[in-house]
């Protein structure tokens, strides 16, 4: 570790009160423009926590055919580095990654499983776990081997989402860590887990909004993060950053260059500081920031944040520090 590693590292500690129970008045969310393997692990150590127990590392392995994904070669060294284990669970909507069969094979194709361990948490079964803020959801349904696990890595791909308007560390943890029965609830609101029937528009005649449906994501995550007792850090790579996520097997080509990584232990900071960089970013040809602008506000996207700190995930405000200078 460099000099100017170690002192990062001081200062994050005394920033971020490493005390899983205190959270520090103003969330701090670190930044590196660089994105690298190295770079990966820099941040993470910046944040000042050493990982204890069974690490779980929660990625998308990427639908078949999406090219978008965040690399094996890319995650390697920090997932190495904790001793961490791939995590991920069965979609709800069809395609490469709905049965555990056919996911393994995507997993195998993308080329997770001859580097890491990777444990497909709902393929035996599924647990339903309590949900704080229970507007729409009455508990969170997840893959049953979340049990098996200490401390979370939450390693999101920040890009833009069909139905989310965009996807960060808060969907990372909601659909991405729900079982294909927990996505069906979260994306119906609480009205079915049947994953048929959530996207039977007949039977979602009355409902839900997409307000209802950001509200459950939201309150999904928060489930997730107090599950662990908060042992959980959250990074978003914004890399590679199409207006359609890595659930999409044909995803339109990125407008957008990549901008870096952030990292944070306050989820809600880290989405809203990724939002702000790219709403306020001075677009040029060939590197545009609208599409993904109008993804976002078409999805009324923003709103995942704002409900996110009304139920006390998090925070929107924060201090963000550039980890290059």
Same mark, same amino acid.
């Not at 560390?169 to 119906?188: F, M, P």
């Not at 007949?202 to 995550?221: I, K, N, R, V, W």
């Given at each position: +570790?460099?000099?100017?590693?170690?002192?990062?590292?001081?200062?994050?500690?005394?920033?971020?009160?490493?005390?899983?129970?205190?959270?520090?008045?103003?969330?701090?969310?670190?930044?590196?423009?660089? *994105?690298?393997?190295?770079?990966?692990?820099?941040?993470?150590?910046?944040?000042?926590?050493?990982?204890?127990?069974?690490?779980? =590392?929660?990625?998308?392995?990427?639908? %078949?055919?999406?090219?978008?994904?965040?690399?094996?070669?890319?995650?390697?060294?920090?997932?190495?580095?904790?001793?961490?284990? *791939?995590?991920?669970?069965?979609?709800?909507?069809?395609?490469?990654?709905?049965?555990?069969?056919?996911?393994?094979?995507?997993?195998?194709?993308?080329?997770?499983?001859?580097?890491?361990?990777?444990?497909?948490?709902?393929?035996?079964?599924?647990?339903?776990?309590? &949900?704080?803020?229970?507007? !729409?959801?009455?508990?969170?349904? &997840?893959?049953?081997?979340?049990?098996?696990?200490?401390?979370? $890595?939450?390693?999101? !791909?920040?890009?833009?989402?069909? +139905?989310?308007?965009?996807?960060?560390?808060?969907?990372?943890?909601?659909?991405?860590?729900?079982?294909?029965?927990?996505?069906?609830? *979260?994306?119906?609101?609480?009205?079915?887990?049947?994953?048929?029937?959530?996207?039977?528009?007949?039977?979602?005649?009355?409902?839900?909004?997409?307000?209802?449906?950001?509200?459950?994501?939201?309150?999904?995550?928060?489930?997730?993060?107090?599950?662990?007792?908060?042992? =959980?850090?959250?990074?978003?790579?914004?890399?590679?950053?199409?207006?359609?996520?890595?659930?999409?097997?044909?995803?339109?080509?990125?407008?957008?260059? @990549?901008? %870096?990584?952030?990292?944070?232990? @306050?989820? &809600?900071?880290?989405?809203?500081?990724?939002?702000?960089?790219?709403?306020?970013?001075?677009?040029?040809? %060939?590197?545009?920031?609208?599409?993904?602008?109008?993804?976002?506000?078409?999805?009324?996207?923003?709103?995942?944040? @704002?409900?996110?700190?009304? $139920?006390?995930?998090?925070?929107?405000?924060?201090?963000?520090?550039? *980890? @290059?200078?």
């Amino acid at each position: +570790m460099t000099k100017k590693t170690l002192m990062l590292v001081v200062m994050a500690c005394l920033l971020t009160a490493t005390s899983w129970a205190k959270k520090p008045a103003t969330p701090v969310v670190y930044f590196t423009k660089e *994105i690298s393997p190295e770079a990966l692990v820099k941040i993470f150590e910046t944040l000042g926590v050493e990982p204890q127990g069974r690490v779980a =590392v929660k990625i998308s392995t990427g639908e %078949g055919g999406n090219t978008h994904y965040l690399k094996p070669t890319l995650i390697r060294n920090l997932v190495e580095k904790v001793n961490g284990t *791939i995590v991920e669970c069965c979609t709800a909507y069809g395609g490469t990654r709905q049965d555990p069969q056919r996911h393994w094979q995507t997993i195998h194709e993308h080329g997770f499983d001859s580097i890491f361990a990777v444990d497909l948490m709902d393929e035996f079964g599924q647990i339903r776990i309590p &949900v704080k803020d229970q507007k !729409h959801l009455h508990y969170d349904i &997840v893959g049953e081997h979340l049990a098996n696990y200490d401390f979370m $890595i939450n390693l999101a !791909h920040f890009k833009g989402h069909a +139905m989310g308007g965009f996807g960060g560390v808060l969907k990372n943890a909601s659909i991405g860590v729900a079982s294909t029965a927990g996505k069906a609830y *979260i994306h119906s609101a609480g009205k079915t887990d049947d994953a048929k029937l959530a996207w039977n528009k007949e039977y979602l005649a009355a409902g839900p909004t997409q307000d209802d449906f950001l509200e459950s994501m939201a309150a999904a995550a928060q489930a997730v993060h107090n599950y662990f007792g908060g042992k =959980v850090v959250y990074i978003n790579v914004m890399n590679n950053m199409s207006v359609d996520c890595d659930c999409d097997g044909h995803p339109a080509k990125p407008e957008l260059q @990549d901008m %870096g990584i952030m990292a944070s232990l @306050d989820p &809600v900071a880290l989405d809203q500081a990724c939002l702000d960089k790219v709403f306020n970013y001075k677009g040029k040809p %060939g590197d545009d920031n609208k599409p993904l602008i109008k993804r976002i506000n078409r999805q009324h996207g923003t709103y995942i944040t @704002d409900y996110a700190e009304k $139920i006390g995930l998090g925070k929107k405000t924060y201090t963000l520090v550039n *980890i @290059d200078k």
